[in-house]
């Protein structure tokens, strides 16, 4: 079965703490991306990568990071930095990142602050 | 001016009803649109993407309109199950990146 997997599907953070947020995909898909979606937005570009070991920032990355070390992987990372963190993550990809690519989603985890 | 917007609804219609939702967008260089579907506490899915002459799926129709700058949606004989939140989406102008709407609700009762 192809598709994007993202876990967990909760996830429950600390003040002060770093939390990573899983995204795979078996797609073969070369470009991937993270949105941030909360009540009555759309969703925002927090970052995105079209190829392996490369990334770039999105609309809102700040207190975010990620890494893209594998094709299939694209790990989010939510610092201590970033102050209001509770929302819903999705994670996507498209198979060339360009502008005319659909983008296909993964299920999603909802982080929420303790 | 936001670069995609749309009618949050909700849009409450009975079943067999038809509805067209319409969606705005600022820039007039934007090349792709879509419209994805998201059920509560789920991830968009595509529904459709919109070309230029307008495509039809099943119920669904989809209509581009450059010179006003929105696209359309329009759904035939509405089921129970067409109950969701439409998101309109458009490709930025100058970079590979998709501008989402906040999306507009539909439900549909019995």
């Known amino acids: 079965d192809g598709g994007i997997t993202q876990s ?11 939390v990573t947020l899983s995204c795979e995909q078996n797609l073969n898909h070369d470009a991937m991306y993270w949105y941030r979606q909360d009540p009555g937005q759309g ?3 927090i970052y995105y990568s079209q190829i392996v070991n490369d990334f770039q920032k999105g ?4 207190g975010y990071s990620v890494s893209r070390e594998k094709k ?5 990372t939510v610092t201590s930095a970033q102050k209001n963190p509770t929302a819903f993550y999705l994670c996507a990809s498209s198979s060339t990142g360009g502008r005319l690519e659909t983008q296909y989603f993964g299920p999603g985890t909802r982080l929420l602050v303790l | 001016r936001k670069e995609v917007e749309q009618d949050p609804g909700p849009f409450n219609v ?6 067209a939702f319409n969606c705005t ?27 230029s002459s307008g495509n039809e799926d099943g119920r669904f129709t989809a209509q581009l309109n450059r010179a006003s700058q929105y696209i359309s949606l329009l759904i035939r004989d509405s089921k129970l199950s ?3 939140t439409y998101l309109c989406v458009v490709s930025s102008y100058n970079t590979d990146k998709l501008i989402f709407g906040t999306g507009t609700r539909l439900q549909v009762f019995p």
């Open chain 1, 8 to 18: 967990p599907k909760y996830l429950f953070r600390k003040e002060g703490q770093n």
């Open chain 1, 43 to 45: 969703l925002r570009l």
């Open chain 1, 59 to 62: 609309d809102i990355a700040e």
């Open chain 1, 72 to 76: 299939e992987s694209f790990p989010l």
């Open chain 2, 14 to 19: 009975p079943e067999g009803a038809t509805v």
């Open chain 2, 25 to 51: 967008y600022s820039n007039s260089a934007s090349q792709s649109f879509f419209w994805y579907r998201q059920d509560c506490r789920k991830e968009p899915k595509l529904l459709m993407s919109v070309y």
């Open chain 2, 82 to 84: 067409d109950s969701a």
